[in-house]
């Protein structure tokens, strides 16, 4: 299980890649769900130029840590890579990657989704986005469910 | 006794800082000490997360010695 804050830029495709590459479990897992979620540049109707993500140091790590401890053992996961950004975010970066393996696809659907949920809910995050006519700080998550 | 307050995000630039130490009443709760830091600011604790140690807890929780306690708006991420 890899968990990371990440103040410079990824790419999730990549990560996932090289993280299944170096786990040494070809064979024994037969699904991977993965999620990213990227940065757009609209809003609620609003074009956005940039972004900003606070997080709470030592607290958001414990969180993602905690979700994905409940996942791994709900669902039997084999592993969990989950990456976040914090900081300057861009148009189109990667803000967050889940990705999971597991035996079958519904463990791998259920696990991944439960824990982007969890995280979207509960982990210590905030988005700031700036627009042509200011800043401002987004005052909820949309439902994805 | 001592605790540690912390705020983030859109509370952090409403309270004007990050954190700060302060000195409380023994069997002090988080809504206790919500309501002497908000001061004049009408901010309720209903539309504030709290969380004591990193863990959240609900607003009654009794605080102890160096608590660490975290207020801050709804999460964001993802």
């Known amino acids: 299980m890899l968990i990371e804050i990440r103040k410079e830029p990824f790419n999730g495709y990549k990560e996932i890649e090289h993280y299944e590459n170096n786990l040494g479990i070809t064979g024994k897992f037969g699904a991977t769900a993965s999620f ?4 757009r ?10 972004m900003f993500l606070e997080y709470y140091p030592k607290m958001t790590e414990k969180a993602l840590s905690e979700i994905s401890t409940t996942a791994k053992k709900k669902w039997d996961l084999i592993e969990i890579l989950l990456l976040h950004r914090v900081g300057n975010i861009s148009i189109g ?4 990657l889940v990705s999971v ?13 439960f824990i982007m949920e969890e995280l979207k809910s509960n982990a210590p995050f905030w988005k700031k986005e700036k627009t042509s006519i200011g800043e401002n700080w987004v005052e909820k998550n949309t ?3 | 006794m001592q605790v540690t307050i912390k705020y983030f995000a859109s509370l952090r630039e409403l309270m004007g800082e990050s954190s700060r130490i302060i000195n409380i009443d023994e069997k002090s709760s988080v809504d206790d000490i919500w309501q002497l830091l908000k001061d004049s600011k009408q901010v309720e604790l209903d539309n504030v997360m709290a969380t004591v140690n990193m863990e959240y807890v609900k607003n009654d929780k009794e605080l102890k010695e160096g608590d660490e306690v975290a207020f801050f708006p709804p999460v964001t991420g993802g």
């Open chain 1, 36 to 39: 990213i979620g990227s940065m």
């Open chain 1, 41 to 50: 540049d609209f809003n609620d109707g609003r074009e956005i130029e940039k």
């Open chain 1, 93 to 96: 970066d990667h803000i967050v």
């Open chain 1, 101 to 113: 393996w597991s035996a079958h696809r519904k463990e791998a659907f259920e696990g991944c989704r």
């Open chain 1, 143 to 145: 439902s994805g469910i």
